[in-house]
């Protein structure tokens, strides 16, 4: 070995075995940062395994149906079969609020069952039934009275006169016997609701008022069933050749 080389090699130990005082230092800083690098990524490491385990745990979300809520059935409708009666207890056929339901019959252009608003008169009757006949007579009417639900109005032609069917009590000469009353006239004191539902004008409705107003009114005049609500002059008149008392 020249003398180059081993000044050379003289060199490299001294500078291994000879470093500065600032080298333990230099070696502190550097094992730190490792370290706190290393840390770092453990947590991270960490970090992304619990979140990846909290979501295998947890699974997709599942929504729950809500039960849908159903109206309250009424105990009464029970099992007995059929349609339950209405809670107001009006029939099926009862017309809507706020109308009322009129038959009217004979000289009308079409006569039948009609519908008109609460508060119409029986001249709002013959127009929904397509207005009068030519040969009616309107002096048997009423055309300005209010009608009432179920009722009929008659509308007679010219020259025709109220009729009323014998009354199903009536029969076999029971009336001529009575020898006071010509026969065919309605008791209005003792006839039921299908008897005075047959008379002129008179429907179930109206029919069903007398029975109810002569229950606590007893009727000593034909006059009195004026007295009835649904009952105006113009019909008392049409009932006078009908009924009795």
Known sequence: MDGTSAEALGDEDDALGHRGPDAPRVRWLVSWRVAAAAAVVVVLAAGTVAIRASTRASGPAVEIPTPAVTAASNPAAGSGGGDPAPATGHPATSPPAGSVVVHVVGAVTAPGVVRLPEGA?????????????????????????????????????????????????????????????????????????????????????????????????????????????????????????????
């Not at 069917?165 to 008791?187: F, K, N």
């Not at 047959?198 to 029975?211: D, E, K």
């Open 121 to 245: 008169r029986v001249a709002d009757a013959l127009a929904a039934a397509g207005g009068a006949a030519a040969d009616a007579d309107l002096s048997t009417v009423n055309l300005a009275r209010v009608v009432v639900d179920g009722e009929q109005v008659v509308v007679l032609r010219a020259g025709e006169q109220p009729t009323a069917p014998l009354p199903a009590s009536a029969g076999g000469g029971t009336a001529s016997a009575a020898g006071s009353q010509p026969a065919g006239l309605v008791d209005i004191n003792t006839a039921d609701v299908t008897a005075l539902d047959a008379l002129p004008g008179i429907g179930p409705v109206l029919a069903q008022r007398i029975v109810e107003h002569r229950a606590e009114h007893p009727f000593t005049t034909v006059d009195e069933l004026a007295d009835v609500r649904g009952i105006g002059p113009a019909l008392l008149e049409t009932l006078r050749s009908s009924v009795r008392v």
